[in-house]
């Protein structure tokens, strides 16, 4: 027995360690975190094989959320369990969370949302974003469907911008992509292994409803200043598709209009995020620090990552039959096709409007994406030019 003890110890500790390893040297948003994972987990370390992981991808594509945490956290699963997924979330999460509260505080405390450096970093925003795009929509949207599916999606939350807006254009992506690619691509029948009871999987799938119908209602019962900032991330972690990117527009929409935070000190936040490695969810550790300190950091971290705990580990063990059903793979198509057009709105508003606001502007905007998409430079330059490229347009 304690011999299984100090194994099952033995494990959570490699897995802590190499979570956090990944945590302080992932940049690059959610599709080079598969590569780095596919890099450490698959090919160095053999935690597990190409089609067990290949499998965990597909499902984490399939869930709302951050697609690149909750591949982390069921690696972590299948190595040690709960407590692993756990252990690995939390190496691979807490780096950058520690960082953008630090950065989030310095920004409160020295009021430095319109310096120079902050305007470069809303610059690289654009950049960024516009990168994700183009390499999602050339995989996301191959034909004139799913492209006509993407424009829809553009065009409908451009002109009625909310966070309900979304969900429904997502539900309606979904129903169109179920109708038109009814059966398509059949492959193979695959199986994987899980080391969670259904019993389980089924009680973290009914708290995750639950809290998404019931927070709104304690949120208006209580009138709870803390309630309310927690339902806000734990909604906009739990109806989000697409991953970090797609965050933006549900956040911006919770929190700017309300007055919790400015737009500037919105998108100093999203600049910085970039910034920095690990999951862009994090975003949300920047907000909540700038709103109630470093305490506010840790609740929205926690609210908005704790949808995605719940999805992941309550579907792990039915995966098999969702991913085989084709069905469920038209739907996920025209969902992720839809994805694509929500980013462009988000691209345009409220990046690129508070953004590219002069003719230098947009030139900078061009060096960081090239630097990006053709020079292939890492993610830290890019933003390091950027910063130091706005400090030289604000003395301009």
Request: aromatic share 12%; glycine share 10%.
């Amino acid at each position: 027995m304690n011999k299984d003890k100090r194994s099952s110890v033995k494990a959570l500790l490699e897995i802590l360690f190499v979570s956090t390893r990944l945590g302080l040297t992932s940049f690059g948003g959610p599709t080079a975190h598969l590569g780095y994972f596919h890099e450490e987990y698959v090919r160095r370390r053999k935690w597990m094989d190409e089609k067990s992981y290949a499998d965990l991808v597909a499902l984490s594509q399939f869930l709302p959320g951050p697609a690149s945490s909750q591949v982390g956290i069921g690696i972590g699963v299948m190595r040690g369990g709960v407590l692993g997924g756990i252990v690995s979330f939390l190496g691979f999460t807490l780096p950058s969370v520690l960082l953008l509260i630090l950065f989030a505080l310095f920004l409160t405390e020295f009021d430095v949302a319109n310096a120079g450096w902050i305007h470069g970093l809303k610059i690289v925003a654009v950049a960024v974003v516009l990168h994700a795009i183009i390499g999602m929509a050339k995989s996301l949207t191959p034909d004139l469907n799913r492209k006509a599916l993407a424009l829809f999606a553009l065009i409908i939350t451009l002109l009625w911008p909310a966070a309900f807006t979304q969900v429904g254009v997502i539900i309606i992506a979904g129903v169109i992509g179920f109708l038109i690619y009814k059966n398509h691509n059949k492959d193979e029948a695959l199986s994987t292994s899980f080391p969670i009871s259904k019993r389980f999987s089924a009680t973290c799938l009914i708290l995750f409803f639950g809290l998404l119908v019931l927070l709104p209602v304690i949120r208006e019962t209580t009138g709870s200043y803390w309630i309310a900032m927690f339902d806000s991330f734990y909604r906009s972690g739990a109806l989000v598709f697409g991953g970090g990117h797609v965050v933006l527009p549900l956040l911006e929409q919770e929190f700017v209009p309300t007055g919790w935070l400015s737009e500037a000190e919105f998108l100093a936040g999203y600049g910085a995020t970039q910034a920095v490695p690990g999951p862009l969810f994090t975003f949300a550790a920047y907000i909540g620090a700038v709103m109630n300190g470093w305490l506010g950091g840790l609740i929205a971290t926690i609210a908005i990552f704790l949808p995605a705990f719940l999805l992941i580990l309550g579907t792990l063990p039915f995966w098999d039959q969702l991913r085989n059903n084709p069905n469920i793979k038209g739907a996920v198509m025209g969902v992720n096709a839809a994805v694509v057009g929500i980013l462009i709105s988000a691209l345009y508003h409220p990046i690129w409007t508070s953004s590219i606001l002069t003719p230098i502007d947009f030139a900078l905007g061009a060096i960081l994406f090239s630097m990006l998409t053709y020079w292939k430079l890492p993610p830290w330059v890019v933003v390091l030019t950027g910063a130091v490229g706005g400090i030289v347009i604000h003395l301009l």
